[in-house]
């Protein structure tokens, strides 16, 4: 749900920003470039901080309170989104390395998930 409140720009050029901050500690990051594909109504605040200088390379709003999300979780489903296809879908396969005789499935039964998010324990239980 979150990518139908981002344009697909902004998250692409925040990630590359972010990925390549390491790289241009010395350079001016433009955060109002990247902010103005925010749509209206939306609200952001972040900091980015050199770890090894301790120096503030660019922030924004960042003495705003919000409350906390699953950052790893975003840009984790970003990443998804902007290298995977919108028809993309996830296989699970169930696979054997026997033979069914009488009925009966001579070998072992082997799950090959692909990573799908959706898939439960409960589903699998049901397999």
Request: proline letters at 3%; hydrophobic letters at 45%; zero cysteines.
């Amino acid at each position: 749900m979150i990518f139908k409140n981002f344009t697909r720009t902004f998250f692409s050029k925040f990630i590359l920003s972010i990925l390549l901050l390491p790289n241009i500690t010395q350079a001016e990051i433009n955060t109002e470039a990247l902010l103005k594909h925010l749509p209206a109504g939306a609200s952001a605040s972040f900091i980015a901080k050199n770890l090894e200088t301790n120096q503030i390379i660019t922030h924004y709003q960042s003495d705003v309170f919000m409350l906390p999300a699953s950052t790893q979780k975003i840009f984790t489903a970003l990443a998804a989104k902007l290298a995977l296809s919108d028809d993309f879908r996830f296989q699970t396969a169930l696979l054997t390395n026997g033979a069914i005789e009488n009925g009966i499935l001579k070998g072992d039964l082997i799950a090959r998930f692909t990573g799908d998010p959706e898939l439960t324990s409960g589903q699998i239980y049901l397999l």
